[in-house]
């Protein structure tokens, strides 16, 4: 892995702002979910600009050219198209010569499957460059009036660059991707209802539904799902890898929430701090949360090289997939427009009446 970046939309909506149309409070959502805000891309922002703003990022901190990409592989749980793929029109966008583009479709664990299909691409020789890029717009995918999910979700994208092992980087020491079909009812999505133009909603909660359908869960069933997958990802990847799990610096789960984390991280009996984590501020961002939470805990200086980080993501199918990662010299992006305003400078309220125009 030779590159990790994130792109975040400007726009930041708190639990308050949500409780100003939704009968929730800041109190439950922070307590279920360890959630305090997210961000939300608009109705001016498509998928394919959160995703080429990531792709970018990465090809700019490895210095890569677009010219040098020779496939394109995409995520996306909530895609504006069912044809033609995100990974075409981001190829176009960004000018990549004509690879193989295309999505894959393993909802949360979307990255991780990338990650594991680009390795096998490189090692067969069928590629040599390939970019990843998970981009997900959330709230194009809740239904606003149901509080249940409509708390849950926030909006971003996140990107990898994979290259050959001459390539300097982080090394993919395991892999493991997995799913059971059984699931599928657990999570999945319902034709979306009418959006009521009449209300008092805000204008972001109205934008264009991604495919007609909005996201329907069994909560209680993902988090029996979410926190036993976990503590088994880590526990094999760890076997893989030949180390204890003392020899992991830092798990980067997907963040779907504080308590799936804690709980996993109590069964395997590693303190919160080894788990990367930044579902407080993001909320749930599906197939992009784990490229967004790398790049973050990498462009702290979190990780030295040499040190094991444990990808690990879990989602709808029911699927899931781990990377163990020694980390090396890797070019890390963070393209953030909202963290670049001065919080005490009255930034974050610039956003906030973006918001409530
Ligand atoms: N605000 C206030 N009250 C709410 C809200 C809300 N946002 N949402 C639900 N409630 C109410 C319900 O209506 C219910 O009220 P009732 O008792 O009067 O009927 C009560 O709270 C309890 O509802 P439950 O659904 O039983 O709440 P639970 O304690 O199970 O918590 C939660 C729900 C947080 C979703 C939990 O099930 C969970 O953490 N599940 C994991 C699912 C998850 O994180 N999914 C993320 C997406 S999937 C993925 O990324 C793989």
Not at 137 to 165: E, K
Not at 297 to 310: Q, R, T, Y
Request: net charge negative; glycine share 10%; with cysteine.
């Amino acid at each position: 892995m030779v590159a990790v970046a994130s792109a975040l939309p400007a726009l930041r909506i708190s639990n308050a702002d949500v409780e100003t149309f939704l009968d929730t409070s800041d109190e439950w959502i922070a307590s279920r979910t360890g959630i305090r805000e997210r961000r939300i891309a608009g109705p001016e922002v498509s998928l394919l600009d959160l995703a080429a703003r990531a792709a970018r990022a990465a090809l700019g901190a490895a210095g890569w050219e677009a010219a040098e990409i020779d496939t394109v592989i995409c995520s996306s749980s909530s895609p504006d198209e069912t044809f033609p793929s995100l990974a075409c029109r981001l190829q176009a966008e960004l000018g990549c010569p004509h690879g193989p583009a295309f999505d894959i479709q393993a909802a949360c664990s979307g990255a991780l499957y990338g990650l594991g299909l680009a390795q096998s691409l490189i090692q067969t020789g069928l590629s040599r460059r390939v970019l990843i890029v998970s981009a997900e717009v959330f709230s194009r995918l809740v239904d606003w009036s149901d509080r249940s999910t409509a708390v849950l979700f926030g909006d971003g994208a996140g990107a990898f660059l994979v290259g050959g092992p001459d390539e300097e980087g982080s090394q993919i020491i395991a892999i493991d991707l997995g799913a059971d079909g059984s699931g599928a009812h657990t999570l999945g999505t319902l034709p979306a209802p009418e959006i009521d133009l009449a209300d008092r909603r805000p204008p972001y909660t109205r934008s264009a539904r991604a495919l007609g359908r909005v996201v329907s869960m069994n909560g209680r069933e993902v988090f029996r799902f979410s926190t036993r997958i976990l503590e088994q990802l880590v526990l094999r990847l760890a076997e893989s890898a030949g180390v204890g799990l003392e020899g992991i610096r830092l798990v980067v789960p997907h963040q779907a929430n504080s308590r799936i984390l804690a709980t996993a991280a109590g069964r395997l009996g590693l303190p919160m701090d080894r788990f990367a984590s930044n579902v407080e501020r993001l909320g749930n961002t599906s197939s992009a949360s784990v490229p967004l939470a790398l790049a973050e805990v990498a462009a702290k200086g979190e990780l030295e090289n040499g040190d094991l980080a444990c990808l690990v993501a879990f989602g709808a199918g029911l699927t899931w997939g781990g990377v163990m990662l020694r980390w090396g010299p890797t070019a890390v992006a963070v393209d953030d427009p909202a963290a670049e305003s001065d919080p005490g400078s009255g930034g974050p309220d610039m956003v906030r009446e973006e918001a409530e125009e």
